[in-house]
């Protein structure tokens, strides 16, 4: 049974970076065929895809966030990491963390962090 933890701060200040970490067990961010996403969901709306990291490290982000985000990997933990800079409260949201299955979708989530950006 793979299992995904979100990780970070709950409450981050304008202007600065949001970070937070997704854990894995149960399964290899390497396998083949699998991509780890973050995926959002603001208040009362419904949820943004915004980015991924394959089994081998290549990155796909949301053309709407390229600019501010980044995902990075470690393997020797098995986590993957979402950086995303220069937060406003509009990036106040749940944060989940996700597996995909190339041309299948998400199949595995984590609960879900909340960052509230607030000065």
């Known amino acids: 049974q793979v299992q995904l933890q979100e990780s970070g701060p709950g409450m981050v200040k304008p202007s600065q970076t949001l970070s937070l970490t997704c854990t894995v067990s149960g399964g290899s961010i390497t396998t083949d065929m699998y991509y780890w996403g973050w995926i959002r969901q603001p208040p009362g709306k419904g949820l943004e895809w915004m980015g991924a990291?394959?089994?081998?490290?290549?990155?796909y982000y949301s053309p709407a966030l390229k600019s501010r985000t980044s995902i990075s990997r470690d393997t020797s933990k098995n986590q993957f990491t979402l950086q995303l800079s220069s937060v406003t409260p509009e990036d106040t949201a749940v944060y989940y963390c996700?597996?995909?299955?190339?041309?299948?979708?998400?199949?595995?989530w984590g609960r879900g962090a909340l960052v509230t950006v607030s000065s």
């Open positions: 990291i394959t089994y081998s490290g290549s990155t």
């Open positions: 996700a597996r995909e299955v190339v041309a299948r979708g998400m199949d595995y």
